[in-house]
């Protein structure tokens, strides 16, 4: 049976590309993350790290943190290392980790700061793991979530799938071979929530104050307060 590592096991040398090619907005959502981070963090756990594109933009905004990353392909990880090391990054700065999420032993209030980009979707029952991500962060630390939605009503989920297939087919980025893949990576790995539920599974989960802070289609950035 394939399992999600095998899937960004083959296709990480492309991820990059792909990510451009499949995702209206990528940067933007990045710099949105980047934009809620807080003032300081000195303890910082990247969860899902891929080829390193947030983990990259975590160290340079903290350049004294101890920043964990953590994904499940080793794939993704050599190239997350390869990025830091050839960006202003101390080697000792970040400590590469490879685990699914299920796996993944975290320390009680252990971190300042817990970020993802589009890398939680994947986990089937998120309120015990958010429970676990709330469990550690510090008293007054933060999470900040980048992640796919599914929208709430079935004509905005239509609408919002529409929207994705134009970006994708418009911009000449992506085939329909590579259109079907996404669609069957979907089936097999994916499991997405609305807006509401999302916000819902965070505030059950023990965190204080949580927000949404931009959306643009199926792809949204929330931040929730320990």
Known sequence: MTTVSDYFRDY??????????????????????????????????DLGCGTGSLTALLARHYQNSAITAIDASAEMIELARDRLGSSAVSHDQVKFVESLFENLELPAR????????MSLHHIVDKAPFYRRLQEGLRPGGMLV???ELAGAL????QLN????????????????????????HEREFDHYETL??????????GFGSVDCVWRYL???????QG
């Open 12 to 45: 990480a040398p492309k991820y990059d590309s792909f990510t451009l090619r499949a995702m209206p907005h990528y940067q933007e959502m990045l710099g949105e993350i980047v934009r809620c981070l807080p003032d300081r963090a000195n303890d910082i756990l």
């Open 110 to 117: 252990a971190y300042d700061l817990i970020a993802s980009n």
């Open 145 to 147: 979530l980048g992640d």
């Open 154 to 157: 079935p004509r905005i989920q």
């Open 161 to 184: 799938w529409d929207g994705w297939l134009r970006f994708a087919r418009d911009s000449g980025g992506l085939s329909d071979i590579e259109i079907e893949e996404i669609v069957r």
């Open 196 to 205: 509401p539920r999302q916000l819902e599974l965070l505030r059950v989960s």
């Open 218 to 224: 199926n792809y949204a950035v929330f931040v929730a």
